[in-house]
């Protein structure tokens, strides 16, 4: 046991010492992104407001995981009720091939996908980003919502129906708010993983990069570095406020159901 957790200690310091270097970095006023540090500023930060290309990147990645998250959670919405609600042929067969992009490499995904974009005779851009996002983005959304479904009670939906209400109404005013701390974490989920993807963004992006591709193409110029790792800092940051939200949404739904079976934090 405490080999396992000696391990386990190594593997955290492994895993997330990078991230904890990024602020470090940012806050020193040296170019040099190496040891030792000089002195402390806040001057890369500051240059980050004077870089318009990097706003219009920014703008360009909210549009796109906005839009992503909406539809996989709208598209997750149908397939978990479905799964939770309904039985049908090739159900498991169907659920299977919608959760691949799960286990597909992303390279494999957006390869297959600039091909087909290519061979349909389409040029790509921001539709391209948001169709490869959403393809991936999905089976997040479905997972976290199935979980949502099959905790809601059927008797509750069984009573909206024998007082007279219709399936349309009963889905908006009984299943809809109860599994809406689901639907937001979903919502949350889909948005970071949209914001931080780069593979399908770098293969798909037309003349509009994202802010991903954008801080790829920073790399090569060694002055930039340090307003990079500001800008990370400030990305790692909010990253981790929203899944922190998605966990608060999900543990809601879940004492409210009573059926908690584990989530992100």
């Not at 990305?235 to 608060?248: F, G, K, M, W």
Request: glycine share 6%.
């Amino acid at each position: 046991m405490k080999t396992l957790k000696v391990y386990a200690i190594f593997y955290l310091i492994f895993l997330y010492a990078p991230i904890f270097l990024l602020p470090l970095f940012a806050f020193n006023s040296s170019t040099i992104i190496a040891f030792p540090l000089e002195s402390f500023t806040t001057e890369w930060f500051t240059q980050l407001l004077t870089l318009s290309e990097m706003h219009g990147a920014l703008l360009n990645s909210l549009k796109i995981a906005v839009i992503s998250a909406l539809l996989a959670t709208t598209l997750g919405i149908f397939a978990a009720m479905a799964v939770s609600r309904y039985s049908f042929p090739g159900q498991k067969g169907i659920m299977g091939f919608i959760m691949l992009p799960l286990v597909l490499p992303e390279i494999i995904v957006a390869v297959s996908l600039l091909i087909v974009i290519l061979r349909i005779g389409l040029d790509t851009g921001a539709w391209s980003v948001i169709a490869g996002h959403t393809l991936i983005c999905t089976p997040f959304a479905i997972a976290i919502l199935q979980s949502a479904f099959a905790a809601l009670d059927p008797a509750l939906e069984e009573a909206a129906y024998d007082l007279g209400e219709t399936p349309i109404s009963t889905f908006r005013l009984v299943t809809l708010p109860l599994v809406m701390p689901g639907i937001i974490s979903a919502l949350l989920i889909s948005f970071t993983i949209s914001m931080d993807e780069f593979i399908i963004a770098f293969f798909l992006t037309g003349a509009d990069p994202t802010l991903p591709v954008y801080l790829f193409s920073m790399l090569r110029f060694p002055k930039l570095l340090p307003a990079v790792m500001a800008l990370g800092t400030i990305l790692v940051v909010l990253s981790i406020l929203l899944i922190t939200i998605a966990e608060y949404f999900r543990r809601r739904g879940a004492k409210r159901t009573g059926n908690d079976t584990g989530g992100f934090l």
